[in-house]
């Protein structure tokens, strides 16, 4: 299974939802606060470019937020994804 790395913030409700959809996959990513580290922060921004949280990883693999995410479970091509 590929590890699952996932940038966030506490109270981001799209936070909370895409680690609720992995959960539910049995999946529990290592979870990275950018709110209270400036490096984090800085650190997810040069991975993927962007600035809003979350943004997940799978392995090497930019997924992007929670709504790629999503996307990605109703194509059905995120246990693929998972499981590379």
């Known amino acids: 299974m590929s590890p699952v790395t996932i940038y966030t913030t506490p109270h981001c409700p799209y936070c909370l939802s895409a680690k609720r959809l ?3 996959k049995g999946i529990t990513p290592d979870e990275i606060n950018v709110e209270t580290s400036p490096l984090h ?30 996307r990605l479970d109703r194509k059905g091509q995120l246990e693929a994804l998972l499981h590379a």
């Open 22 to 24: 992995l959960s539910s």
């Open 41 to 70: 922060l800085a650190e997810m921004m040069q991975r993927s470019q962007r600035r809003t949280v979350p943004q997940i990883f799978v392995g090497k693999v930019h997924v992007g937020g929670f709504d790629d995410l999503a």
